[in-house]
Structure formats: structure tokens, C-alpha cells
């Protein structure tokens, strides 16, 4: 069994599948904390978690004018600044339930809570191309920088990635290979000893158990870059669609849900106020500004309070502009309406573009249900 060797897992997670192991935290804690304790962060996993000596740990890059280096972890850890950012990983296939309830999609039956948000600490890939040669002249012919995963199929094959190579090796894009998460070793699930932290790009990047970097003209051949990880028409299906007519989503769209109160739970009329709570994230860097609430299915609408640390008294200092990484949890107390006897609690974020969600979820169904950000409703 090649999943003989997977780590424990916390029981609260609700698992999707447990080979490969995937999971999400229940959406009523996921808000609890502005920094998702690693035990609960979502896990996302194609393929049997790879047990790692960190002894032996090699991570090869190749495409530079040197050749291909190989590098232990000690030399990673020692050679390069560590930087810490907080940033959230979001999986493309948060919230593929409700698509699912539209029209069948193929993939893991995700609710709200395939997000999460961490510290992470490591060199910046930035630092580490720059030290081993790249310059203009790679920059002149290479456009990609590709990633290859330690975690390996049946047939041999490994998880792999690309992201553009601006983004790599832009003093802005913040893209680390970590060694650290929320102050500690990766764990197991989430990478360990390294892995590619790619804030603001969809979680399929983020490469855990990186075992290679490869600077190239070219995309991730992989299946995961190549066949998978687009986004389609509503009307395109199985027969018709040709993967290579779409890109590979990178950035992510504007993103809010509400993770309390739960679907089907009576609120008191007594307190004549509702108590909502959320998160909202953007990809690209794009800081949320706003998030909108309504209880009455969208004709009337609240301005959420923000909050962008676990201390109310002392919130993050703001982004730079354009790295605004981290999630927002929101909160708010909306009166309840007189005689209301149902409430069709709504929300829906802005990020510093003015990109908005759409309101339903027909218009962006897909077949694979990824980019599923419609507002989010909540009935009580
Ligand atoms: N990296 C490797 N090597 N293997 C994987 O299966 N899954 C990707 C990405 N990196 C994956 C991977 C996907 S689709 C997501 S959403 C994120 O890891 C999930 O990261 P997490 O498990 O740390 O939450
Ligand atoms: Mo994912």
C-alpha cells in the first residue's frame, strides 16, 4: 500500500478522500483564527505523502548558465535570508459543492474551507535563481520556472507545476521556498522539507516536497498544468473541451464566505441582531476593501468590519500595494427584520481592482468546477 507511511491527521478535519488525503477544517473554526493552526489548514494531496530524510534532502535546479545545482536543505536554510510572509493558500476547488448542486462537476466535493492562511518562512526562489546565475540572458529566452514534487505516482510520474518567470523572480511576486510554517518545520502534509510558496496563485503551484526547479521556455508538462486547472464555458463539456484552448489559472478571483452561521441553524429573534462572521481573499496580491452583507437574500446590504490579525487591538500594518497576501476575516451584527421568519444570509467581497463576485453560480459553471466564487448564501 503506498499509502502505508501517511502521517496522522487531526480528527476534526472533515476528510473529502483518504488516499490520496484530502481535507478540509469545519467551516464554524476555520474563522476562529486569523492564522489557521497547521493541524487544521487544509490538505490537499494527489498522491501518497513522500517521507523525506532531511539528511539526504537534494534540491536540483537546472536551466542556469552553470548548470544543474544541487543543493541540501542546511545549505538552503544557511546561504539565503529567511523571509516570512502570511500568506493563504487557496485550493481551485473551494467551494466545488455548490457547483456540483448546479450541474455535475468532476473533482473532490469541496464546501468552503479548501483555504487556509499562514506564516511561512524560507529563502526567496528571487535569491536563490539570482545566486545561481540567472540574469538577462536567461530572462532572455526562459519564460517559466518549473517545479517537480517528490510525491510520485505508480507509474513513476511526479506532481509538477509552473508559475511565469516574472513572477519569480519579481522583487514584488514573494516567492519563497519555505522551510517553515506557522514558526515550525513543515509538516509532512504540507510539504516537508520545502516547498513553493506562490502567494496569490492557486494552490496547485505551491509545489509541496519540492524536489526540482527547472528555469525553461516552456510550461509544466504535467498533467496538473497541462490538463487540468483550467476554467471553461458553462457550455463547454467532456466531448468538446480541448484543454489547450484555455490557460493555466495562476491568479486567483476575488473570494468571500460566510462561516457563520451554519446552513440551517435558527438565530434567536430575542437578540433582534445576527451575528455573521467570514473570510474574503483576492488573488494577485489585490487587497480586499470591502465586504458587502445581506440577511435578506441581497436587496438590502451592510458594511463588514475587517479584521487582519488574531488581536483585534493590534491589526497587520497595512500590504505593500499589490501584496496584499493574507486573507481578511469579517464580522458584523445585522439587525434581523421584523417578522422575517427565514433570513438568506449573503455576502460578497471588492478587492483594490473593483472586482466583484458574481451573484449566482450558473453563469461560471464549469465542467471541473474550479473558480467557484458566486456570493455566498447562507440560509437560517
Ligand atoms: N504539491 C505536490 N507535490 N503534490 C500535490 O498533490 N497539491 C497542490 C499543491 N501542491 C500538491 C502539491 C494543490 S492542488 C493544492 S490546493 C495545494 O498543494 C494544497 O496545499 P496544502 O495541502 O498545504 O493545503
Ligand atoms: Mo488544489
Same mark, same amino acid.
Given at each position: 500500500?503506498?499509502?502505508?507511511?501517511?502521517?496522522?491527521?487531526?480528527?476534526?478535519?472533515?476528510?473529502?478522500?483518504?488516499?490520496?488525503?484530502?481535507?478540509?477544517?469545519?467551516?464554524?473554526?476555520?474563522?476562529?483564527?486569523?492564522?489557521?493552526?497547521?493541524?487544521?489548514?487544509?490538505?490537499?494531496?494527489?498522491?501518497?505523502? *513522500?517521507? /523525506?530524510?532531511?539528511? @539526504?534532502?537534494?534540491?536540483?535546479? =537546472? %536551466? $542556469?548558465?552553470?548548470? &544543474?545545482?544541487?543543493?541540501?536543505?542546511?545549505?538552503?536554510?544557511?546561504?539565503?535570508?529567511?523571509?516570512?510572509?502570511?500568506?493563504?493558500?487557496?485550493?481551485?476547488?473551494?467551494?466545488?459543492?455548490?457547483?456540483?448542486?448546479?450541474?455535475?462537476?468532476?473533482?473532490?466535493?469541496?464546501?468552503?474551507?479548501?483555504?487556509?492562511?499562514?506564516?511561512?518562512?524560507?529563502?526567496?526562489?528571487?535569491?536563490?535563481?539570482?545566486?545561481?546565475?540567472?540574469? *538577462?540572458? /536567461?530572462?532572455?529566452? @526562459?519564460?517559466?520556472?518549473?517545479? =517537480? %514534487? $517528490?510525491?510520485?505516482? &505508480?507509474?513513476?510520474?511526479?506532481?509538477?507545476?509552473?508559475?511565469?518567470?516574472?513572477?519569480?523572480?519579481?522583487?514584488?511576486?514573494?516567492?519563497?521556498?519555505?522551510?517553515?510554517?506557522?514558526?515550525?518545520?513543515?509538516?509532512?502534509?504540507?510539504?516537508?522539507?520545502?516547498?513553493?510558496?506562490?502567494?496569490?496563485?492557486?494552490?496547485?503551484?505551491?509545489?509541496?516536497?519540492?524536489?526540482?526547479?527547472?528555469?525553461?521556455?516552456?510550461?509544466?508538462?504535467?498533467?496538473?498544468?497541462?490538463?487540468?486547472?483550467?476554467?471553461?464555458?458553462? %457550455?463547454?463539456?467532456?466531448?468538446?473541451?480541448?484543454?489547450?484552448?484555455?490557460?493555466?489559472?495562476?491568479?486567483?478571483?476575488?473570494?468571500?464566505?460566510?462561516?457563520?452561521?451554519?446552513?440551517?441553524?435558527?438565530?434567536?429573534?430575542?437578540?433582534?441582531?445576527?451575528?455573521?462572521?467570514?473570510?474574503?481573499?483576492?488573488?494577485?496580491?489585490?487587497?480586499?476593501?470591502?465586504?458587502?452583507?445581506?440577511?435578506?437574500?441581497?436587496?438590502?446590504?451592510?458594511?463588514?468590519?475587517?479584521?487582519?490579525?488574531?488581536?483585534?487591538?493590534?491589526?497587520?500594518?497595512?500590504?505593500?500595494?499589490?501584496?496584499?497576501?493574507?486573507?481578511?476575516?469579517?464580522?458584523?451584527?445585522?439587525?434581523?427584520?421584523?417578522?422575517?421568519?427565514?433570513?438568506?444570509?449573503?455576502?460578497?467581497?471588492?478587492?483594490?481592482?473593483?472586482?466583484?463576485?458574481?451573484?449566482?453560480?450558473?453563469?461560471?459553471?464549469?465542467?471541473?468546477?474550479?473558480?467557484?466564487?458566486?456570493?455566498?448564501?447562507?440560509?437560517?
Amino acid at each position: 500500500d503506498p499509502y502505508s507511511a501517511e502521517p496522522t491527521r487531526h480528527p476534526a478535519l472533515q476528510i473529502n478522500s483518504l488516499k490520496p488525503f484530502n481535507a478540509e477544517p469545519p467551516a464554524s473554526i476555520l474563522s476562529d483564527n486569523y492564522i489557521t493552526p497547521s493541524v487544521i489548514f487544509f490538505k490537499r494531496n494527489h498522491l501518497p505523502v *513522500p517521507r /523525506v530524510d532531511s539528511e @539526504a534532502y537534494r534540491l536540483d535546479i =537546472e %536551466g $542556469l548558465p552553470g548548470g &544543474v545545482v544541487s543543493l541540501s536543505l542546511s545549505e538552503l536554510k544557511s546561504r539565503f535570508p529567511k523571509h516570512t510572509i502570511t500568506a493563504t493558500l487557496q485550493c481551485a476547488g473551494n467551494r466545488r459543492s455548490e457547483m456540483n448542486e448546479v450541474k455535475q462537476v468532476k473533482g473532490l466535493n469541496w464546501g468552503i474551507a479548501a483555504i487556509s492562511n499562514a506564516t511561512w518562512s524560507g529563502a526567496r526562489l528571487r535569491d536563490v535563481l539570482l545566486f545561481y546565475g540567472f540574469g *538577462p540572458e /536567461v530572462a532572455a529566452k @526562459a519564460k517559466h520556472v518549473q517545479f =517537480e %514534487g $517528490l510525491d510520485r505516482d &505508480v507509474t513513476g510520474t511526479a506532481y509538477g507545476a509552473s508559475i511565469p518567470l516574472n513572477n519569480a523572480v519579481s522583487e514584488e511576486g514573494d516567492v519563497l521556498l519555505a522551510y517553515e510554517m506557522n514558526g515550525e518545520d513543515l509538516p509532512p502534509d504540507h510539504g516537508y522539507p520545502v516547498r513553493v510558496v506562490v502567494p496569490g496563485v492557486v494552490g496547485a503551484r505551491n509545489v509541496k516536497w519540492l524536489g526540482k526547479i527547472v528555469v525553461s521556455d516552456e510550461e509544466s508538462k504535467s498533467h496538473w498544468q497541462q490538463n487540468d486547472y483550467k476554467g471553461f464555458s458553462p %457550455g463547454t463539456d467532456w466531448d468538446t473541451v480541448d484543454f489547450k484552448s484555455a490557460p493555466a489559472i495562476q491568479e486567483l478571483p476575488i473570494q468571500s464566505a460566510i462561516t457563520h452561521p451554519a446552513e440551517g441553524t435558527s438565530v434567536d429573534r430575542s437578540d433582534r441582531e445576527v451575528t455573521v462572521k467570514g473570510y474574503a481573499w483576492s488573488g494577485g496580491g489585490r487587497e480586499v476593501v470591502r465586504v458587502d452583507i445581506s440577511v435578506d437574500g441581497g436587496k438590502t446590504w451592510h458594511v463588514a468590519k475587517l479584521r487582519t490579525s488574531d488581536q483585534e487591538q493590534h491589526p497587520a500594518p497595512p500590504p505593500p500595494p499589490g501584496r496584499a497576501w493574507a486573507w481578511k476575516l469579517w464580522e458584523i451584527d445585522v439587525p434581523i427584520p421584523h417578522r422575517a421568519q427565514e433570513l438568506e444570509i449573503v455576502c460578497k467581497a471588492v478587492d483594490s481592482s473593483y472586482n466583484m463576485q458574481p451573484d449566482t453560480v450558473a453563469p461560471i459553471w464549469n465542467l471541473r468546477g474550479v473558480l467557484s466564487n458566486a456570493w455566498h448564501r447562507v440560509k437560517v
